[in-house]
């Protein structure tokens, strides 16, 4: 009997169990949730509306900064009552933390309400953790790396018209800054068969939003001499039957090639949207995180997109405080951020990880500098995007609607192939659908517009 089927049996005859599963970090880490949610409901669990009413609980969690992980040590520590009322719960903490030693270790000694951990690669022993826990093992872990993949694992999808789909897992980039690599293992693809599959699956089910996603996309099939490469992978994607857009995340802007490129422009499915980490606009900082390009390069691939399309969308990650950035440093991210004219940026402040060669940089700059200049380049970003969006003020744009306007009531918002948010009057049951509508106003985090059709 597999560890499966033994989980089944043993849920089967107790009274339904529930689960509640709380995914952090990146979108990654959101798909191996809905992974783990697949696997419960293979089990037999149905799953909890909050913490409070569930007998398994499994916090997926992330490391990429430190505040990411405190929160959730402050969630752990605040679930130890939850125990009390029910002696039978079970806490898991899954994703990103766990690989980490000092953290499992941590985790192992502090919390002993956490009752397994579970490792990224490691999602199919999530079965026979659950009876060790239920045969009273204190505390059980499986956190080895595996290679192989569950491939055909169920799915607990969180939306029924946006779907991820992972293409590659693990990064070889070492980025000086950042504990991915770490934590997540070297660059695996998924065969390209079976992504195609599953988007053409996907499609057939009426997801209108295929996410590709792999924390360096452009790398995609590196690791195995007989796989296409992704810029075919997108061409074949985009010739699946069906009437939906495609989307992928993210792409290093030193594998961002021409015929990546071109693709984008090219195939109809494939949104007019490149989101491009460029960290820093400093080609001294860009040496110092071994990102392996410098503005120059990176500019030429903006310039190029725009060239064949001068409205297409960019968006981008910047990282304020990296060790000893200097003011020179930071002004020429703030001159980057207006030369490119970004639809979006999603900025942090730099958070220094156990293990990575960043952390050994002995850092002069105070947290109030930090601070400042993280204040400042938000103000520049919304004073960019107030302007830049002026430019589809007046056309049509076709918006795929996601949700209630959480601002306006019989408001609806949604995102265009642009990934630009747009907030228009209509009818919740058009949510999951795509409308036409005008751009009528613009605002510096979204546009608003009518719906013509
Ligand atoms: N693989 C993706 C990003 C993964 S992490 C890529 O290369 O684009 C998402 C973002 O978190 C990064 O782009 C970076 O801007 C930020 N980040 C990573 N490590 C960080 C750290 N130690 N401190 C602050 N921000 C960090
Ligand atoms: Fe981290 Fe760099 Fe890999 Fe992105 S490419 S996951 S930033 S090491
Ligand atoms: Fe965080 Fe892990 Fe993603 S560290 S950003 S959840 S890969």
Known sequence: MTDMEALRERLGGEKPKKAFVRSFG????????????????????????????ADLIIL?????????????????????????????????????????????????????????VLGTSALNSLPGLLLDCMNGSKFAADTNEYTGFAEGTEQVRESSFKASVPIMFGCNNFCTYCIVPYVRGRERSRRSEDIINEVRQLAAGGYKEIMLLGQNVNSYGNDSADEISFPELLRRINAIEGDFIIRFMSSHPKDATRELLDVILGCEKVAKHLHLPVQSGSDRILAEMNRRYTVKKYLET??????????????????????NESDEDFEATVSLMKRVKYDNIYSFIYSKRTGTKAAEIDDRISDDVKSSRMRRLLEIQREIAAEHYQRFVGRRMRVL??????????????????????????EPSLIGSFVEIEVIKAMNWAVEGKIIS
Request: some cysteine.
């Open 60 to 116: 997926n969690t992330c490391a990429v900064r430190e505040n990411a992980e405190d929160r959730v040590f402050g969630i752990v520590g605040s679930m130890k009552h939850l125990k009390d009322s029910n002696p039978g719960l079970i806490i898991g903490i899954s994703g990103c933390m766990t690989a980490q030693k000092h953290i499992a270790e941590k985790i192992r000694k502090s919390y002993p309400q956490v009752d397994f």
């Open 302 to 323: 903006v310039d190029y997109l725009r060239s064949r399309d001068k409205d297409f969308s960019l968006t981008t990650d910047i990282i304020v405080g990296f060790p």
């Open 26 to 53: 990146c979108q990654l880490n959101v798909s191996d949730g809905e992974k783990i949610k697949g696997l419960l409901k293979s089990a037999g669990y149905s799953f909890a509306e909050s913490e409070s009413d």
């Open 401 to 426: 609607v996601e949700e209630p306007c959480k601002k306006r009531s019989g408001w609806l918002t949604g995102k265009s192939s642009e990934f630009i948010i747009a907030e228009f009057e209509g």
